[in-house]
């Protein structure tokens, strides 16, 4: 079956989502394809709440990304219980989570962008195909002529060609299936001179992945699981650099590498409208239960709910011992599958052995929440991802842009043909290659364009975290509002270059050209400069 819309975007995370949206608010027709049967990717698929800047209320977003986070937070207003204060909230966090101002199910994020996307689907101009994985993109010369995609519930191929393709996979897949030059893993120090790149390049060497998961806590009820395969493993795992098994709540402080206990207290008392989200203030990382919550029960008129939710992402279910991406499907498959015993691992050990604040050991009310998840084993569809591959773009984002201890507070590289801004400390999670966290101040940034130009490719465009970043710059580039920042101006990009018959590259390079791409971006809302702030 072979397909000719005028723009491909494989892959259906943020990235994909703001892509397709662009293109088809610009008249385009376009399809969207997901490996999972949810779009959202980091939002939903894989459950992360959104990390985001402190000032996000106010601006340093699109207005595309700030219509998603207010259809979430609308969603919550039109169908749950709250009390009358929390929904009369203008800035509602329904999670009360400490990780960011908007912690919400991911169900809930799942109905909003479907939302977004649903009267472009009803104009025939967006064609949406969930379970659809890219297996072989066809190239010729500088340009990508046609792409691949196995429907997983049929084990039927479709072949599609369209104008312009957009990779907004997780793990950039369709710069190596179409041989689009690339960089994976760690840049040695010597090729951009960063200090904190390693002496040697390693492309194995990769920002670990999580398999998050949902949990609740019913007192006095016994919800333990059966004992995982790999528990003995864990359970005897001591990281190098670690200060103590990795299944505890003694784990290194990001910033500092301090050996920091954590606490876990399910359901606290205390009122979640007293909680503020401020990672500039304070990471909010120390008390596990209320840091990634998602659902608060004191939000909620009286025995709604028995139980909050709270969301594992912590430094107890990081898997760092395989790399995921570029040593070979059966690494690929070992690692996944390694990291699914991690997080259930996890879960057992809350259960049966963590201590408790009353001297105790074991949470046996904790469940698992498929439901939440919506998945059978409860673990998320998809491993959170923080690293891709990345194009060799016409520019480049290197640390001396944008670290706080280089440039200062209020510095940073300002481009001429900005696109977007984003901030979020450079935040690298321990790697395969062995490193610990590299935590470190970065300056809000801007997008260049130059980052979405592959240097040789004319038609296929990056539309995740697979644009031109580092190893390094990579971990302020990877987050939620900037992902859809990238996603957005991609799509926007591609369909102004079927208007205007120009190519992205003439668009970066030459004034007149960009100029009129930016008031286009200027008129979508699309921010592209920061006010005067500081750095964190």
């Not at 494989?10 to 610009?26: K, P, T």
């Not at 939903?44 to 000032?55: F, G, K, L, R």
């Not at 670290?403 to 400390?425: E, M, N």
């Amino acid at each position: 079956m072979t397909s000719q819309p005028d723009i491909l975007v494989v892959g259906g995370g943020l990235g994909g989502v703001a892509a397709a949206l662009a293109a088809c608010r610009s008249g385009r027709t376009v399809v969207l394809t997901e490996e999972t049967d949810w779009i959202g990717g980091q939002l939903t698929s894989q459950a992360v709440p959104p990390d985001e800047h402190p000032w996000v209320e106010q601006f340093g977003v699109t207005a595309s990304y700030r219509a998603l986070r207010e259809a979430i937070r609308g969603y919550y207003r039109a169908w749950y219980p709250l009390r009358a204060e929390a929904a009369a909230l203008p800035r509602l966090n329904p999670g009360a989570g400490r990780v960011s101002k908007l912690c919400a199910e991911p169900r809930v994020a799942l109905a909003a962008l479907e939302g977004l996307l649903a009267p472009y689907r009803s104009a025939g101009r967006l064609t949406l195909l969930t379970e659809h994985r890219p297996v072989a993109a066809e190239s010729e010369g500088d340009t990508v002529r046609s792409v691949t995609l196995e429907d997983l519930r049929g084990d039927r191929l479709r072949t599609f060609t369209a104008r312009y393709v957009l990779d907004a996979t997780e793990t950039g897949e369709l710069l190596e299936l179409a041989g689009v030059e690339h960089a994976l893993g760690a840049e040695s120090r010597a090729e951009f001179g960063e200090p904190h790149a390693p002496d040697r390049a390693d492309p194995l060497n990769q920002q670990g992945i999580t398999f998050c998961f949902a949990l609740s806590h019913h007192e006095g009820e016994d919800h333990t699981m059966d004992k995982p395969a790999d528990y003995d493993f864990w359970r005897g795992y001591t990281p190098e650099f670690w200060p103590g098994p990795l299944l505890g709540f003694l784990a290194p402080d990001p910033r500092s590498l301090e050996a920091v206990p954590r606490t876990f207290v399910p359901n606290p008392d205390t009122d979640p409208l007293a909680v503020s989200a401020d990672q500039s203030a304070d990471a909010g990382d120390k008390e596990l239960f209320g840091f990634r919550r998602i659902l608060a029960r004191k939000l909620h008129r009286d025995g709604a709910f028995d139980s909050d939710i709270t969301l594992v992402n912590w430094p107890l279910n990081d898997y760092w011992l395989k790399p995921l991406i570029g040593a070979g499907e059966q690494t690929t498959a070992d690692a996944v599958r390694e990291a699914r015993q991690l997080s259930l691992s996890v879960l057992y050990w809350l259960q049966t052995e963590a201590p408790r604040p009353d001297g105790g050991t074991g949470f046996p009310g904790l469940r698992l929440r498929p439901d939440v998840m919506g998945t059978e084993d409860g673990l998320a569809k998809a491993p959170y991802v923080r690293e891709s591959r990345r194009i060799k773009a016409v520019t480049t984002v290197t640390e001396q842009d944008v670290a706080t201890d280089l440039v200062g507070p209020t510095g940073g590289t300002r481009y001429r043909d900005s696109v977007g801004v984003g901030s979020y400390r450079i935040d690298l999670h321990p790697s395969t290659g062995g490193d610990n966290y590299i935590d470190i101040g970065s300056v809000p940034f801007e997008i260049p364009l130059g980052a979405l130009i592959p240097r040789r490719t004319r038609n296929l465009l990056p539309a995740g975290k697979n644009i031109g970043t580092t190893h390094i710059t990579n971990g302020c580039y990877r987050l939620h509002p900037v992902e859809w920042n990238i996603g957005e101006v991609a799509g926007a990009l591609a369909a102004h270059c079927l208007d205007e018959g120009v190519e992205p590259r003439q668009v970066q390079a030459e004034e007149k050209h960009f100029d009129t791409f930016a008031a286009l971006l200027d008129r979508a809302g699309v921010e592209r400069h920061w006010p005067q702030v500081r750095g964190y």
